[in-house]
C-alpha cells in the first residue's frame, strides 16, 4: 500500500492521543508527531524564536544549557525549543518559553499565517502521522486571540488547501456528539490521584483570559461548551466544504479496530 500522512483532529477529549497509538500500532513504519514533538508542520507546545533571542534564552538560564540544546533544532533563520520536554524546577522558566509560541496571540495575523503556510509549504514527507495539527491550536488561536471571523478562518483554511495541494494526506476527524458529556469524563480522567482537577480549571482560564472571552465574557462551563460547539460546527464546514476528498469522520470513542482500519484504508 502506498504511503500517505494522517493528521488526526477532533476537539479535546475526543481520544485523538489514543487513536494515534491504535493507528502508530498498525503502521508501525509510520512517523509519529504529539503535541510537543519538533514537527515539520506544527508548533504546539514549542518555542519559535530567532537566534537573538535563542541566545538570549541561553543566556538567561546557563544552569540548563545542555538541556535546551538537546532540545532545539534549528530551522533557517530560527530556532524551535521542545521546551516542555525540559524537565527543571526553575520557577517560571516553561512560562517565560510559552512566550515565545506563535500562539496565544503571540504572533499578528499576517506573521502567524506566514509561519503556518511556509512549514507546510515546504512539508514535502509522507508516512507521518501528527496529532491535532491542522485544527485545534491553529483556530483556537484564530478564534479566541486573533478574533477572526468564521470566514476569515475558512478564507485561511482555502488558502492553506492550495498549499496542500498535490501533497498525499488524509484528515481523520473524531466526532463528538456530547460535548458537555465529554467534558465531564476528561474532567475526571485529568485529574491527580487526590482528586484535584488539572485540565478544567486550565482551559477554562485561558478561555476568560482570552481577548476573545473577555469580549464575550466567558467565564464557565457553559461558555466552554458553546465555544467548542461553535469550534465543531466550523470544522465541518471547513471539512465539508474543502477537504471533502480528503477527510473522514468517525464517531469519537464509538468504533472498532476493523470498522477503523477497513475505512481509513480504503482508497479516497
Known sequence: MEKTNYFIEGLQGAGK???VQKLSDKLNDYQVFREGDYSPVELAWCAYTTEEQYEAILARYPMIDAQIREKTIAEGHHKIICYTQILTELPNFHKALESYEIYNGNLDKVSFETVIFERFGKWNETGQI?????F???IENQILYLMM????IFDFYKRLRN????????IVYLDVDDIAGTIDVIRKERSDENGNEMWFPMMLEYLRVSPYGK???????????AHLA?????EHRILRELFAENSIILKSRN?????????LFCPV
Do not use: M, W
Open 230 to 234: 461553535h469550534r465543531k460546527a466550523l
Open 163 to 170: 498549499v496542500l495541494a498535490g501533497k498525499p494526506y488524509r
Open 17 to 19: 492521543s489514543t487513536f
Open 215 to 225: 469580549a464575550h465574557r466567558l467565564t464557565c462551563l457553559d461558555d466552554l461548551v
Open 255 to 263: 468504533y472498532t479496530l476493523e470498522e477503523l482500519f477497513f475505512t
Open 136 to 138: 485545534q491550536n491553529i
Open 130 to 134: 501528527f496529532e491535532c495539527s491542522i
Open 149 to 152: 471571523t468564521d470566514d476569515e
